[in-house]
């Protein structure tokens, strides 16, 4: 089978990038870009620059960028699903991969790539059933992931000996797009299984990956653009970021695509990570509730807000720890609100929130950044489509997730980057260091 227009093209950018790669290690490897001090060991090492990826990079004023171009950039440079709003989520792989916009051929040459890869083998449905019907979607999901492992390609040549590590992101990259053909299908099936009474809508040849997905969902457009933007705005968010990080660090032991986007998962489902538009949605309908399930005035909203803040919790959806403006993420979703759901009372109330809330935050001085992040939006518009299933929310996070992930590691094993392994300090060190006003290197 001949190799597809994005592989060679993936195999040349990395045959030409290894050599920037090896150079600055060689030649300037002890070049210090950054300190890290006592608060940032203690605190999950926040802000502390030392991984590397030139997928997508986190620009405090621009918001998230996709390989240098932002998210306007991007969604208005990727060729669009014909007849649609939004543009196919193969082709901004194919860009997230390469860093180069793909035609409409070469994005049509992944649309059919993934199409005759999206077969999930029987006995991961078997396993699906085979758990509580109670079980949380997103542990089904990575449960999911974790037993169609024995379909990796990476693992079977690894254990033949014969493969070189300049060779390793072949496979690497097979399993990847053989994955992320097959997600959408385990996703749609999971949500059936759990909250349609177990019935099953079968793929539709024709249609593009986010297309089919919002047709083995059962939902009708537009809720297929509702999907392609969702998974392109969620896919990628530099590496520090636990669900990115979780793959990345697995990956570095030479764990197949399978076993680390399985963990990068089950990092995603945490609290503190990927559920957080859920919470978001939660405090949206509880605070419709308590104004009378109406849309307020902005002043009544506005004493709403100041009473929250002044019984000391907060405004959910708002602020970031990098980010100095509204998130360009929110931004996209508002916009296709606005001509999709303009009068549903909850997109009202979010839109309504946006006009007030940076000032009452601006006024109260107790945060860096007033303007609203992806989660103050992104459940309101799953809502509207009838997606009501909150703990279903970070599974559709994970769908989109994958892309950002899976390119990453294609690219670690390209570069040959090595197991990451921090050095660890003790309490006692700390304390000693800080006696000293800090460590005497």
């Known amino acids: 089978m001949a190799e597809s227009t994005l592989k060679q093209t993936l195999k040349q950018k990395i045959e030409a990038f290894r050599p920037r790669i090896q150079k600055l290690n060689k030649e300037f490897g002890d070049v210090v870009i950054d300190k890290v001090n006592i608060g940032q060991a203690i605190g999950g090492a926040r802000d502390v620059r030392c991984l590397v990826t030139d997928i997508s990079y986190l620009d405090p004023q621009e918001g998230i960028r996709f390989r240098g171009k932002t998210i306007p950039e991007t969604f208005a440079a990727l060729p669009k699903v014909p007849g649609k709003e939004q543009p196919f989520v193969e082709g901004f792989f194919y860009f997230l991969l390469t860093g180069e916009i793909p035609t409409i051929d070469q994005t049509m040459e992944v649309v059919a790539d993934w199409k005759a890869r999206a077969a999930v083998p029987q006995y991961v449905f078997d396993v699906l059933r085979a758990m509580p019907r109670d079980s949380h979607p997103m542990a089904m999901f990575s449960t999911a992931l974790l037993a169609m492992q024995r379909e990796s390609k990476f693992a079977k040549r690894y254990s033949t000996g014969q493969m070189k590590k300049t060779d390793m992101w072949d ?255 003790t309490t006692e060190m700390l304390e000693k260091w800080a006696k000293e006003g800090g460590r005497k290197v």
């Not at 392609?228 to 990080?245: K, Q, T």
């Not at 929130?353 to 992806?374: C, R, S």
């Open 171 to 425: 496979p690497m990259y097979e399993d990847s797009m053989d994955i992320l053909a097959r997600l959408p299908v385990i996703a749609a099936y999971i949500y059936r299984m759990k909250y349609k009474g177990d019935t099953f809508i079968p793929a539709d040849p024709k249609l593009d990956w986010g297309g089919n997905f919002a047709h083995m969902m059962g939902i009708a457009d537009p809720y297929d653009d509702v999907a392609r933007m969702y998974f392109i705005l969620h896919s990628d968010h530099e590496s520090g970021n636990v669900s990115a990080h979780t793959t990345h660090l697995v990956a570095s032991a030479l764990s197949d695509a399978y076993l680390s986007l399985s963990a990068g998962l089950n990092g995603l489902a945490g609290p503190l990570h990927g559920l957080a538009n859920q919470e978001v949605l939660g405090w949206i309908k509880q605070t419709m509730k308590k104004l009378n399930n109406q849309v307020p005035t902005k002043e009544q909203l506005k004493q709403f807000l100041w009473d929250t803040l002044n019984a000391g919790q907060v405004i959910p959806g708002y602020g970031h720890a990098v980010l100095r403006k509204t998130d360009p993420r929110f931004t996209a979703q508002n916009e296709f609100s606005k001509k999709h759901l303009p009068n549903d009372p909850l997109f009202q109330l979010v839109n309504m929130i946006y006009e007030v809330a940076p000032g009452v935050l601006t006024e109260h001085g107790k945060t860096k950044n007033p303007w609203p992040n992806v989660d103050a939006h992104s459940g309101v518009i799953q809502v509207h489509y009838g997606v009501t299933e909150e703990d279903f929310y970070t599974v559709l996070f994970g769908v989109g997730r994958a892309l950002g992930v899976l390119a990453n590691i294609t690219w670690d094993r390209g570069l040959t980057f090595a197991i990451e392994r921090p050095k660890s300090v």
